[in-house]
Structure formats: structure tokens, C-alpha cells
């Protein structure tokens, strides 16, 4: 043992030379993922597209099996109509039961505003950071419709597809998005034409908001999304900022893209006319807006406008989003008038 | 039988160890075994999904063994125990071992009760290397591992040698030098981190559970690049068990017993780093384990390097592993947060029953 000083050392230099040449045979191997099968038509953002996608599912082709590009450029091939679903995103659940799908969801994620009533008797499969990859194997799902943007954990979703369970990935950054969204899912579920009726119905809602707000100057309007510690509001890349453009109102974002902080100053010297709460569900009223430090100066506070809105309804990039424009335009702008929803 | 010339090793060990003490690490040795045993039974036959336990042992006999038990089971059943617990409980084994032989590891060298695997600033070059990997939206797989993975293994090689490079220029005594430059390094890259933190919006969760540990994304194809990083480490590091007892006399005794001290200090460093980058790569970062098993082992057993290493390397590979098994029972509660509920109350205990006095 003693007299053999150089062993370890060049099992190190093995071990090192080991990795080097791992690192120099593997790289090529990884590049399949980058190659999109059947790219999805993206829609040019900002611009909510007219009801275009009805026309893209003549139901003459069979609908499976099918390879679907998702919004991450993985890609899922579902040999036949999926009959056990799992929905890890609450927006996916409720584009699912839009479809009429909603009967074959057998797992989704804990949601703590399960939409429809019906949702919430499904069993949770997955939470806040985490999903339980065995029992959605156990559940024998044929489908699984995960969230992006790192809202479920890459990780779990490469398990997922290394053994064998198509996952599409879904992730909205726009209204556009969520549309296509709903069409993915509508394809992937055999529903295409469903589909296609939810995103005109959305669209429809927006056109109705569009034209009533049409030739108004926008509303300074803060979007609260937490004041528990520090005040939250839009990201000028969050979902929401849109949102409050589209219905009629100049948002108070925080300047930098995923930052999500915005300082009280900057709050005061936007000097909002409305203050909407969609921290409301989480017990923030407008008195207590009033009574914070120099908030009595704002012209929201002023003039009452500081309202309460269903946080849900207004950002979750499902089917209720033709709800949520119709919700949000109302409480940047109580005198609007809109033509009545149609059903 | 006084005529045959005892070779000069078996003496040397004949000193260091009383034949009392190598009886109770014997013992001690045969309980991590058992343990380890148990807690690979434990974690493939416990689970979110209830599988009866003769499933999954015939799953694993018609796997392993080729033996057909007689039972039917569903092909997803194989799946979880095949495809997603049994990686899963390796990996553990595998991080764990790794993470408390390189805490023994730092502890003797730094001569620190403190030292952790992460001492050197592998820690945060980890986390800072993760978060960045968070903040670009690129996806891709390197050797089966995603960016995050990657990047925190390179920020953890990154920082060590960054510490070990600045401690050099340091005209203090070696070891001061390095804890110190490792505690400067690492507070920097902290502040990093919380900026990128503050910085990834939606991507804050992902970089907050890895900070916190887990074994959620394991897979054999990942397993089977960390694996022969963390145990061939591991045993080059038992192979220089002698260095580090010499370290332990403190670093002038060392060269007297004739270690070449500058040369071990750096193989040690950089085996012990490799290894917990490995580690943190596959699981993130993990407290607990590194610090608490080998002050376990060696109040047990004492200092000696050659028994507390291997003794370590069992009881961390149960206790990662049983950790873990907790935290899926829990609903996947973070394994940091289970290591450290376990850990710290049976060290305090352990601490206030000690009799084996030992110092550092």
C-alpha cells in the first residue's frame, strides 16, 4: 500500500480523462430534441388572430394517430383518442371539460379554484413544484398536458416521456398563445372543432371589448397581485399586462420582464385612476388600500375606484378568458357597454 | 508464529485501531449493511401508488433473476419499480455516499467540526451555475442532464478551483486561507444568486427546489454518468485514508510521517469537489448529510480516517436514501428538509450522549 504513491492519482487523472471523453461522445447524441416534426402555425402576437383556426380541421382526415409539436418544441404522438388524461396545468383542466373532454381527466393538479364544479372530484397528481410521475404512470394516462415555463418541473415531464406517456407542454405568454393553446389541446384530444367554437367564443369577447373601447384613452390602472410583503403587480411580460390593455387600461407594470416587485413610490407617482385587487380572494379590501401610507392621494383612492376582480378568471389562459376580458374591461371602465355574451 | 514477519501495514493499523475499537466498528459496519439492505427494500416497496410488496418482488426477481414467481402484474407497475424506484433509491445510495465521505473528507483535512461538503464554496457555484441555467431559455440534454444540471456542476468545479487558486495567494497559514477565501467566494456568488433569483419570475420555483434537494428527476441514464464519478471518487479518497489521519495531526506532523502535504491537500480538495459536484448535480443541494454522518461515525468509532470513510459512506447512503423514501411518503416534501428534521435532533442527542471524546 505504501509503496505505490501514484495510484490514486492516476485514477484521478482516469476519472477526469473518463468524463472528458463521455462529454466529447455524448454531444451529438443529444441533439434529436432539436428537430420539429410538425410545427404548430403560430400566430403573430399581440394581435388576437380572427377566428381562423374553425377552418384548419376539415374532419374528412382521421384525427389519430397524431404527432403534435407543443409549445416547447417536444413533440407527442397520440396513436389513438386519448381516454385517461392528466391535466397538470388549471388552465388545461378547464380547456379539457370545455371540449367535453372533462369525463376522461383521471389526474390533475391540486387547484385551489377547481373550474368546473366538476374538477374538483379528480384526483391530484401533482402540486406546487411537484408532480407524482408514479401515480400518473399507475393511472395508466394515455395523455398528459403539462405546464411550460417551468411550471411543472422539466424533470418530471423527461421522465414522464422516457417511459413512453405522450406529454404536450402548453404554455400561454399571450392571449394568441392561449388560443393556440386550446387548439392543441383540441387536436390532441380529437376535439378540433370544439375547439375551434371555444377560441371564436373567446374571440368573439374580445372583438365586443375591442370595439367598445375603441377611440377611449387608456386608464392608469395597477393590477395588485400581492401586498403582503411589498407590493406585486404586472411583469410587462405577465399574461395579466396584456390583459389590461386589451380592456381598455394603461397598466403599471415594473418595468423589467419577470420581476414582479414594483415599489410604492413608483406606485404613487403613476398615480393609477383605478386600483384593481386581485389580491381580493386573499382578504385585501379597499379600505385597507385607503389607509396605506400616502395612498390617499391617488385618484383611484379619491374617487373609489379601487375594485375588487376575480384574479382567476382575468389571467388562468383557458376558456374563460372571453369571462375574464369581459370582467376586467367592466372594472377598468364601469360605464362600458357591452353587447350581452353569447352563449 | 513469532518467526513470520507481520507486514508493516497490518501493524500500523494494530496501533491506530485497539482491537476493541475495530470490534465496534465491525459492528457498526455490519449495521450499515443491514441498514442499507433495509432501506433498499423500504424504497422500492414504498411509494405514492400502493404496490403489494410480493409485486414488486417478483418484478424485481423476473428482472434481475430471470425467476417467475407466478404473479401478473400490470406493465405499469413495472414501470414504477423498475424505471422510476429503483434509479431512485440508487441515486440516493449513491449521492449519499458521496456527499458524507466528502464531509469526512473536508472535516479531516480543514481540521473543522464545521466542514461540509459545500465548505469550499461548491454550494453556491452550484446554485449560482443552476439559476443561471434557469434564467436562459434554452433546452437542451447534455449527457442526459438538463442545463440546470450541467451548469451547477460547472459552477461548483468552477468556485473550488477559484478558492483553492486565491487561498494560494493568501499569506496566512493554508487552511485559514481556504476557509476564509471559501466563505469570501461563496458569499459572492450568493449575492449572485439572490439577484438571479430576484430576476427569474416563473423560473423561481425550479431554482428554489433545487436549492432545497431532490431526487424527482432521477432516471438509470442519469444514474449511470453520476455514479462512476461519485464512487470512483469515493475510492480513490478511501485509498488516501493515510494521508488524511496524517492530516489530522495537523499539517506539520503529516509531513514528519513522511505525506507529501501540498500534493494531498490538492488531490483531496479536488476528489472531494468532484465528488459533491457530481452529487449537487443529480440532486441539488442537500444539507445534513455531509456534516452530520462521519461526526456520527467518528464519535462512534474515532478518528481514524480508514474507518470513519467507509462507515460514512454506508450511513450516508442509508440515510439519503431513507430521507428520501420519507419525503416521497410525504408527498414530496424536499429532501433537504427531511434530512436536516431527521438529522438535527439525533445529533443533538447524540452530541449530549457522546463518550468518545474527540477534537478536530
Known amino acids: ?343 | 508464529m513469532t518467526t513470520t514477519p507481520v507486514p508493516a501495514g497490518a501493524r500500523r493499523r494494530a496501533v491506530i485501531a485497539t482491537p476493541t475499537r475495530l470490534g465496534r466498528a465491525g459492528w457498526l459496519a455490519v449495521a450499515g449493511v443491514v441498514s442499507l439492505m433495509v432501506v433498499l427494500v423500504g424504497g422500492i416497496v414504498l411509494g405514492s401508488v400502493d404496490l403489494a410488496p410480493s409485486t414488486t418482488v417478483a418484478i424485481l426477481a423476473k428482472r434481475f433473476l430471470g425467476l417467475d414467481l407466478g404473479l401478473a402484474w400490470a406493465p405499469t407497475a413495472e414501470a414504477i419499480v423498475i424505471d422510476l424506484r429503483l434509479p431512485r433509491v440508487l441515486t440516493a445510495m449513491v449521492v449519499g455516499t458521496g456527499l458524507a465521505v466528502a464531509g469526512a473528507t473536508f472535516q479531516a483535512l480543514l481540521r473543522n467540526p464545521l466542514a461540509d461538503p459545500y465548505v469550499l464554496g461548491t454550494a453556491s457555484g452550484a446554485a449560482l451555475g443552476a439559476a443561471i441555467a434557469v434564467l436562459i431559455p434554452v433546452r437542451t440534454l447534455f449527457l442526459q442532464f438538463g442545463l440546470v444540471n450541467t451548469l451547477a456542476f460547472v459552477g461548483a468545479i468552477l468556485s473550488v478551483t477559484v478558492v483553492y487558486k486565491l487561498s494560494r495567494k493568501s499569506s496566512l497559514s493554508p487552511l485559514t486561507s481556504l476557509l476564509l477565501t471559501g466563505y469570501a467566494v461563496g458569499s459572492l456568488l450568493s449575492a449572485g444568486l439572490a439577484m438571479a433569483m430576484y430576476l427569474s419570475g416563473t423560473g423561481l420555483r425550479q431554482i428554489f427546489s433545487f436549492l432545497l434537494g431532490g431526487f424527482d428527476g432521477t432516471s438509470w441514464a442519469r444514474l449511470a454518468v453520476a455514479a462512476p464519478l461519485i464512487i470512483g471518487g469515493t475510492i480513490a479518497i478511501l485509498l488516501r485514508a493515510r494521508a488524511l489521519n496524517g492530516f489530522l495531526l495537523g499539517e506539520e506532523a503529516a509531513a514528519h510521517l513522511g505525506v507529501d502535504v501540498k500534493r494531498e491537500r490538492v488531490i483531496l480538495i479536488a476528489l472531494a469537489s468532484l465528488v459533491t459536484a457530481a452529487g449537487v448535480a443529480v440532486a441539488g443541494l442537500i444539507g445534513f448529510v455531509g456534516l452530520v454522518v462521519p461526526h456520527f461515525v467518528r464519535m462512534l468509532v474515532g478518528p481514524n480516517a480508514r474507518l470513519v470513510l467507509p462507515i460514512s459512506a454506508l450511513f450516508g447512503a442509508s440515510l439519503l436514501a431513507a430521507a428520501d423514501v420519507v419525503a416521497r411518503m410525504l408527498g414530496g416534501v424536499p429532501v433537504g428538509v427531511v434530512t436536516a428534521i431527521i438529522g438535527a435532533p439525533f445529533f443533538l442527542l447524540l452530541l449530549r450522549r457522546a463518550r468518545t471524546g474527540y477534537e478536530l
Open chain 1, 1 to 343: 500500500m505504501d509503496a505505490r504513491p501514484s495510484r490514486p492519482f492516476l485514477a484521478l487523472a482516469g476519472l477526469l480523462l473518463a468524463v472528458a471523453l463521455a462529454a466529447c461522445s455524448a454531444a451529438p447524441a443529444a441533439t434529436p430534441t432539436a428537430t420539429p416534426a410538425s410545427p404548430v402555425p403560430k400566430a403573430t402576437p399581440a394581435t388576437v388572430a380572427p377566428t381562423e383556426v374553425s377552418t384548419t380541421a376539415p374532419t374528412e382526415a382521421p384525427l389519430f394517430p397524431v404527432e403534435l409539436t407543443d409549445d416547447e418544441d417536444g413533440s407527442a404522438t397520440i396513436p389513438a383518442e386519448p381516454t385517461k388524461i392528466v391535466s397538470l396545468t388549471p388552465a388545461a383542466t378547464e380547456t379539457l371539460f370545455a371540449l367535453g373532454v372533462g369525463d376522461r381527466i383521471v389526474g390533475k393538479v391540486e387547484d385551489f379554484t377547481p373550474y368546473p364544479e366538476a374538477a374538483a372530484a379528480i384526483p391530484d397528481v401533482a402540486r406546487f413544484g411537484s408532480v407524482d410521475v408514479e401515480k400518473i404512470v399507475a393511472l395508466g394516462a394515455d395523455l398528459v398536458i403539462a405546464g411550460g415555463n417551468n411550471f411543472n418541473p422539466p424533470e418530471s415531464i423527461k421522465q414522464l416521456r422516457d417511459l413512453g406517456v405522450p406529454v404536450l407542454v402548453v404554455f400561454a405568454p399571450d392571449v394568441a398563445g392561449a388560443q393556440q393553446d386550446i387548439e392543441l389541446i383540441g387536436r390532441a384530444v380529437g376535439r378540433p372543432d370544439e375547439a375551434a367554437a371555444v377560441n371564436a367564443s373567446i374571440q368573439q369577447a374580445f372583438d365586443d371589448v375591442a370595439t367598445a373601447t375603441a377611440g377611449q384613452t387608456p386608464v392608469r390602472t395597477y393590477y395588485e397581485l400581492d401586498a403582503s410583503s411589498g407590493y406585486f403587480g404586472p411583469a410587462p411580460d405577465y399574461f395579466g399586462t396584456e390583459m389590461i390593455k386589451i380592456a381598455g387600461g394603461e397598466p403599471l407594470t415594473s418595468g423589467t420582464n419577470g420581476v414582479y416587485q414594483i415599489g410604492a413610490e413608483q406606485i404613487l407617482a403613476f398615480d393609477p385612476e383605478v386600483v384593481l385587487l386581485g389580491d381580493a380572494a386573499y382578504g385585501v379590501t379597499p379600505e385597507q388600500v385607503a389607509a396605506r401610507p400616502g395612498w390617499d392621494t391617488l385618484t383611484a383612492v379619491k374617487n373609489g375606484a379601487v375594485r375588487p376582480i376575480d384574479d382567476v378568471v382575468v389571467t388562468r389562459p383557458g376558456p374563460r378568458l372571453a369571462e375574464g376580458i369581459r370582467a376586467l374591461a367592466v372594472a377598468i371602465n364601469p360605464d362600458l357597454v357591452l353587447p350581452s355574451p353569447t352563449p
